[in-house]
């Protein structure tokens, strides 16, 4: 589903990680699953049977709960977050492992405890077991409102900047550049469409939950993107070069990272961004198997700034030779010069690009979109405006589709046939 990408050389990398935790059955391992595993009949959890002792064991762990004691080989008494002896928290006892008679009942007590539990802590164990995900978490140190609330703007304040982070990672996972603009930008926003998010009751916390397999490539590139960019910023403010920056490009840093980072810690006292692997999947080759949370700071938003203009005016434009749709035709006139709007069939991985033609090609392209036909174009893809227009423009020939491929082309431009002719002007 996504390309291969080199996990090698960035990051904080310690070297591969303990092995993966071997689930003694199997878990769910898709988004069409969570519904099922958080609601299944009679009881509403997951299925105890499909659940490993130790991957339970592991996510009470990741997300606070404690464990206070229980017979050592055979099982373990936890707490929640905050909890302790005597506090009156919901106590879970979990089996270390399924080689006893009562494991599995023991488990099942466990996970219906979980569902009735009303902190957040016991919410994301279950959504963990439900989908087996890496996990990232945002915390954001805001001026709290009344009553220790967090208003709603900063709440979603949070919610943006953390989706601009995924998309990042999703963007460098499709190809490494300092500033993407709107190309990969459908692949992308497909390859989050699995990802499932909690939000903590205080407005100060998020976590999404990248399921796996397809959502580990944009959390492994998000690791080493996330520590290049501390290393950068840090290289930024203690010599006051950009170089850091350039190179930090391989990790998967960009001018759409560096700007969702400026989004995230505007308005804070600082952020903290922190992930952690699947249990059940263990750790990826060339990653820290616990990575340290990453960090920033008010006083780190110049470079950030400074490295986001950087990117923005760094990245060069690109010969390409589209094959596109036409889908607008603009000019002041009857005669001259016009604008076409293309939808991109092949050649670029944008998804629009307007280019201005000289009278015989916009001639060329009216022709071509009467009849249903696509127009071939080369030309340099401009960086600036996002890698949405074509400079240039060179050899604008209609190019040969199957049937249904014009059957379609020229369903879409009668629908549109107002504005074309509008838009063509008289005696055109």
């Known amino acids: 589903m996504h390309r291969p990408i080199d996990e ?117 164990v279950l959504t963990g077991l439900a989908v087996p995900s890496d996990e990232i978490r945002w915390w954001r140190e805001v001026p709290p409102g009344p009553a220790g609330t967090v208003p709603w703007p900063v709440q979603e304040q949070l919610r943006s900047a953390a989706r601009r982070i995924l998309l990042a990672g999703a963007l460098a996972v499709r190809g490494r550049a300092g500033y993407h603009g709107s190309r990969h930008r459908a692949a992308a926003l497909a390859a989050l469409e699995p990802v499932v998010v909690a939000t903590d009751p205080g407005g100060r916390a998020l976590t999404a939950f990248l399921p796996l397999p397809p959502g580990r490539p944009v959390a492994v590139r998000l690791h080493h993107a996330l520590h290049a960019a501390r290393e950068a910023v840090d290289y930024q403010r203690a010599t006051g070069g950009m170089d850091a920056f350039d190179s930090a490009v391989g990790a998967g840093v960009s001018r759409e990272l560096t700007e969702a980072l ?25 990653c820290a198997a616990r990575p340290e949370p990453v960090e920033f700071s008010p006083g780190d938003l110049p470079a950030l700034r400074e490295a986001s203009a950087r990117y923005l005016t760094g990245e060069p434009s690109l010969p390409v030779r589209i094959t596109g749709a036409v889908v607008r035709l603009r000019r002041s006139g009857p005669r001259g010069e016009g604008t076409v709007k293309l939808r991109v069939l092949g ?61 379609r082309l020229m369903k879409s431009m009668h629908e549109n046939l107002d504005f074309f002719e509008e838009a063509c002007g008289p005696g055109e």
């Open 262 to 286: 400026v989004a995230l810690v505007r308005g804070t006292e600082g952020v903290r961004i922190a992930l952690a692997w699947a249990p059940a999947a263990g750790t990826p080759e060339g």
């Open 8 to 124: 090698s050389g960035h990051g904080t990398g310690e070297g591969r990680g303990p092995a993966p935790v071997p689930p003694h059955r199997p878990h769910p391992t898709g988004p069409g699953d969570l519904t099922d595993a958080r609601h299944a009949p009679g009881d509403g959890v997951p299925d105890p049977g499909r659940v490993d002792p130790r991957v339970l064991g592991a996510l009470l762990a990741r997300h606070g709960w404690r464990r206070r004691g229980g017979a050592a080989g055979r099982y373990g008494r936890w707490t929640p977050p905050g909890g302790g002896p005597g506090s009156g928290g919901t106590s879970l006892l979990v089996p270390d492992s399924l080689a006893f008679p009562d494991s599995e009942e023991l488990i099942g007590e466990a996970l219906t405890a979980l569902a009735r539990s009303a902190t957040p802590a016991a919410r994301e």
């Open 347 to 407: 050649g670029a991985e944008v998804g629009h690009v307007r280019v201005v033609l000289d009278e015989e090609a916009y001639r060329t392209a009216g022709h071509a979109h009467l009849v249903g036909l696509p127009i071939r174009v080369a030309g340099r893809l401009e960086s600036r405006g996002g890698f949405r227009r074509l400079t240039d423009p060179s050899g604008v020939v209609p190019v040969q589709v199957d049937e249904a491929e014009r059957d």
